[in-house]
């Protein structure tokens, strides 16, 4: 998929841009057209059949049906499903798809850069530097490739950006993946069901807040004070905590929502009992919920993953003060364990996928995948 494309993906076309291409048709056309491109299994626009032949032949003329291309997939014994794709220059993107507690649902794990270039010292994609942002199509095809592929498309109904990339970064490309994810006359998820994992930016934040979407937050904290922190995530030291717990708290009022705080857990870095003690402190007063994530190693990683019984612990004393808590459960193990390792793997054995800064990307503590996305 090298060279520029001729046309543009229809996934991201302005409603001027559809009206446009269906020049002289039925109003009713648009409705039909988005309802067959995002909420149906269509993969390509031959397969729209609520459309005329030769609307389609249009369509096609006019723009590419998909923005990303399967380069590799790769299945879990757990069930969850892992994609690397590439976008038309190139660039490394990765998707997982999660089984979720409802039989036969399923979360995406989206990615929102090619790599990324926030540096955190425990992730994958953090050492390998950012390759460029992705377009709002690149994002939203991650998730309709997989939905559009599924036995029953409606039971994909969670997107959560916690794939390749700091989101927030990211925000116009964001806004217009998460409206479109959200909004009724496009994919149709509730805002409820899509979930913004950032490192901690707080204006990416507070832009957040200001879209009028209800969703979900998820805040990368991993450490209770700004020493550590800001050797596991450097950003930290331009973001401190108390301006980013400001944030944190702006959001929870703007959008009525608990925020979700991430925490990988790390054999004696951030795991001891007086850590969690802080982190009670540091919390305390705001609508929240921890997330204790084991730490899902790779090749070259510098740190380990705490013991089971080191996060219960951390887990007890975070309740007995109060603070929500769960400990996520881990997926893909048997399946390069972090985001970004697919990619990683590939580069490794020399399967030509392009680099720029660095290498592969992905979150540590991410969800891994498999198979058919
Ligand atoms: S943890 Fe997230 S923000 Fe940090 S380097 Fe990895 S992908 Fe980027």
Redo the contacts with the bound molecule.
Sequence with gaps: MRGQPDRPPISEASPDRLCAALDGQPTYRADQLRQALFRTSATGFDQMLTLPAETRAALDQQFRFESLRLLRAQRSTDGTRKALFHTWDGAAVETVRMPTERPGAATVCLSSQAG?????T?????ALGLTRNLTAAEILDQFLYVRRRASRPAAVDRAVFMG???PLANLPALETAAARLAGAAYVGLSARRVTV?T?GLPAGIDAMASWGLPLGLAV?LHAPDDGLRATL?P?ARRFPLPALMEASRRYQQAVRRRVTYEYTMLAGVNDARAQAVDLARLLRGQRCHVNLIPFNTYPGAIFRASARPRIRAFRDELRQRGVPVTIRRTRGRDISGA?GQLHAGMLAAGAGTRRSNGAA?????RPAAGARP
Excluded: K, L
């Design positions: 990324c270039g926030m540096g955190c425990f992730c994958a994609t953090g390749m990339g700091e994992s490192v990368s995530a950003i985001c990307g992905g979150r540590a503590a």
